[in-house]
Structures are given as C-alpha cells and as structure tokens.
C-alpha cells in the first residue's frame, strides 16, 4: 500500500529558482533512467540533458512553457518510432 500511495504523490513545479542543480544529482538521474525497465531491455529512447540558456529558451518558446529557460537542466527524452536491429545494444 505504501507503494501506490507514493505514487498518488504529485508536485507540478511552476517556479524554479536560480540554484543550479548538483552534476552528481543529474548523473543519478540519468543512471536511474538508463537502469529503468523497457519492453525487452531495448529501452527505445534517449535521454538528452540540455544545459545551454540559449536552447533551453529556444525549446521554451516552442513548447509555450516559458519555466523551460529557467530551469537549471532540461531532460528530453527522446523516442525511436521504430526500433532497427542496429539500435539494440
């Protein structure tokens, strides 16, 4: 029970403030990402870290979501449309 109710746990963060986060925090986070389960280990995304204001600003504007040039980082996750044999590690 305990399980179901930490996920019923939801925070929709609507300001970041100006503190960058830790390197060694975002390496967890996309070591935990690459460890997660898949449809038969092929994990058919990428993770991509974006750090750069300028982009960050530029992917904002694009998605109307204007806290995106203020974040520290950004995670995109990247989806293959199909998965090729080249493409399972």
Request: hydrophobic fraction near 40%.
């Given at each position: 029970?305990?399980?179901?109710?930490?996920?019923?746990?939801?925070?929709?963060?609507?300001?970041?403030?100006?503190?960058?986060?830790?390197?060694?925090?975002?390496?967890?986070?996309?070591?935990?990402?690459?460890?997660?389960?898949?449809?038969?280990?092929l994990?058919?995304?990428?993770?991509?870290?974006?750090?750069?204001?300028?982009?960050?600003k530029?992917?904002?504007?694009?998605?109307?979501?204007?806290?995106?040039?203020?974040?520290?980082?950004?995670?995109?996750?990247?989806?293959?449309?199909?998965?090729?044999?080249?493409?399972?590690?």
């Amino acid at each position: 029970m305990e399980l179901i109710e930490s996920l019923k746990w939801r925070y929709a963060t609507k300001k970041f403030n100006t503190e960058k986060v830790n390197p060694d925090t975002i390496d967890q986070i996309i070591n935990a990402t690459n460890l997660s389960a898949s449809s038969t280990g092929l994990q058919p995304y990428r993770l991509i870290v974006v750090e750069n204001p300028e982009l960050k600003k530029e992917l904002g504007e694009g998605s109307f979501n204007t806290q995106i040039a203020n974040s520290s980082h950004l995670l995109v996750f990247a989806a293959f449309e199909k998965v090729a044999l080249e493409q399972i590690e």
